[in-house]
């Protein structure tokens, strides 16, 4: 029995696991910077035009509406319910996303909710994913980077070693099939690949012919994980959710938290074929996703709000086209790197002009990035440390008011500093390495 203030036998350091021991803070967004009501946060690849939901004015929902089928257009949870726990099947919200997805561009076949597992955000399917068929200190996951850092963090709590094969960065971050099956070839503990498209940080949709020679492989036994967090911001038909009926290697993990606007609700889901997608009904907790959430998911998934969402999208589509044009008007503005298939754009910003032979520069990128941040409210997030990505800003898409200050910021502090001097803020001095890697840490 331990004293008073005694530790007795116990020491963290040779309880603890060691790989948990090992891990870094995790570090988001918000840990930086947080909504003050003043400043402009395009930095999360959030929805700038809100949740994709038919509300009022003042944010609330409008009273309820039945359609057609008798259905409710909003929300109908009974609070006084709450004390009992959420539905642990959700079949309902299921059906409805297979509805969404089932739109015969790649199969004939449909979607069942039996094709589902539906949890925290994408981020629970990622964990799930690895704790299906990962052995822990044994089994390997593929990436290619750069690529979103989820992956990562996950596979670390999961003592998941990770094997790299980079997007082609001298080619548009094209993936490369033929470099990852070698690898995959020379490699069996390797269980999953996972693919982000389109891509964070690069916005490229990856092309479903080099996703197809991955799940062709002839010998490898594992399944390649295909990341749509942004897949509604690419052409219509892009999305391969209803290609998990032909191909029972390959998962697809979306989310409500991106076009749908409904990042604070945190509800993701997994399209997979019906067995591996009982496995992850099987380990996941029972109630694992909340009523309210459940309830807001599903009405997002209504008629009306589909509307709401795809009218939404529209103006960020808009916007993101407009970025496009104005932003290279802007002295020290390089080039536009990846894709277009998403809310967000990744941008060079050079060391002098494009006439006097500019270069990306990270100290340049990192400087605007904090004048940005610190003296003008607005937040967008330093990549420059990504394979690839020298110099880079990736700027989320915002409203037609924020693209407005956004432009006429970035324009004053690149017209009015060398921002090369700008550095040391909130009074703490950091060499420029440790501003970039701290900067470059954040998982968003």
């Given at each position: 029995m331990l004293g008073e203030g005694g530790e007795g036998a116990f020491c963290l350091e040779t309880c603890a696991r060691p790989n948990i021991l090992a891990l870094q803070p995790y570090r988001c967004a918000r840990d930086d910077y947080q909504d003050d009501g003043t400043n402009i946060l395009l930095d999360a690849n959030e929805n700038a035009y809100g949740p994709g939901l038919d509300l009022q004015s003042d944010g609330s929902l409008i009273p309820a509406i039945s359609n057609e089928c008798g259905?409710?257009?909003?929300?109908?949870?009974?609070?006084?319910?709450?004390?009992?726990?959420?539905?642990?099947?959700?079949?309902?919200?299921?059906?409805?996303?297979?509805?969404?997805?089932?739109?015969?561009?790649?199969?004939?076949?449909?979607?069942?909710?039996?094709?589902?597992?539906?949890?925290?955000?994408?981020?629970?399917?990622?964990?799930?994913?690895?704790?299906?068929?990962?052995?822990?200190?044994?089994?390997?996951?593929?990436?290619?980077?750069?690529?979103?850092?989820?992956?990562?963090?996950?596979?670390?709590?999961?003592?998941?070693?990770?094997?790299?094969?980079?997007?082609?960065?001298?080619?548009?971050?094209?993936?490369?099939?033929?470099?990852?099956?070698?690898?995959?070839?020379?490699?069996?503990?390797?269980?999953?690949?996972?693919?982000?498209?389109?891509?964070?940080?690069?916005?490229?949709?990856?092309?479903?012919?080099?996703?197809?020679?991955?799940?062709?492989?002839?010998?490898?036994?594992?399944?390649?994980v295909l990341d749509e967090a942004y897949i509604d911001f690419a052409p219509d038909g892009a999305s391969l959710a209803e290609w998990v009926t032909e191909w029972p290697n390959l998962v697809v993990m979306q989310t409500l938290s991106k076009a749908f606007g409904l990042a604070g609700i945190r509800l993701g889901a997994a399209f997979a074929s019906p067995q591996v997608a009982g496995l992850l009904n099987k380990l996941k907790a029972p109630y694992n996703v909340a009523s309210p959430t459940s309830a807001l998911a599903t009405a997002a998934l209504q008629r009306e709000n589909l509307a709401v969402m795809r009218s939404n999208r529209q103006k960020i589509l808009e916007q993101r086209q407009r970025m496009l044009v104005e932003l290279p008007k802007i002295p020290r503005i390089g080039r536009f790197l990846g894709g277009t298939d998403s809310n967000f754009l990744l941008v060079e910003i050079l060391d002098t002009t494009r006439d006097e032979g500019g270069r990306p520069s990270n100290e340049s990128a990192m400087a605007l990035y904090e004048a940005l941040a610190e003296t003008r409210g607005v937040v967008v997030r330093f990549r420059g440390k990504e394979l690839g990505c020298e110099g880079c800003l990736r700027i989320t898409v915002g409203t037609s008011k924020e693209v407005d200050r956004l432009l006429a910021e970035i324009r004053s502090v690149l017209q009015g500093h060398d921002t090369t001097d700008l550095k040391g803020f909130n009074g703490i001095e950091k060499s420029e390495d440790e501003r970039e890697h701290e900067a470059n840490e954040v998982v968003a």
């Open positions: 259905h409710l257009n909003y929300p109908n949870t009974d609070l006084r319910a709450l004390n009992r726990y959420p539905d642990p099947h959700q079949a309902e919200l299921k059906q409805k996303l297979c509805q969404l997805r089932n739109v015969h561009t790649h199969t004939a076949k449909d979607l069942t909710p039996e094709n589902l597992f539906v949890g925290v955000g994408s981020d629970e399917a990622i964990d799930a994913l690895l704790r299906c068929f990962c052995t822990p200190a044994h089994d390997k996951i593929l990436t290619c980077p750069p690529t979103y850092g989820m992956y990562a963090v996950s596979a670390q709590v999961n003592d998941i070693a990770i094997v790299k094969v980079p997007l082609d960065v001298n080619n548009g971050f094209k993936l490369q099939p033929k470099a990852i099956n070698a690898t995959l070839s020379a490699d069996p503990t390797i269980k999953m690949v996972y693919i982000c498209s389109p891509g964070n940080p690069t916005g490229m949709l990856i092309s479903k012919v080099d996703i197809q020679k991955v799940l062709e492989h002839p010998t490898w036994n594992g399944v390649v």
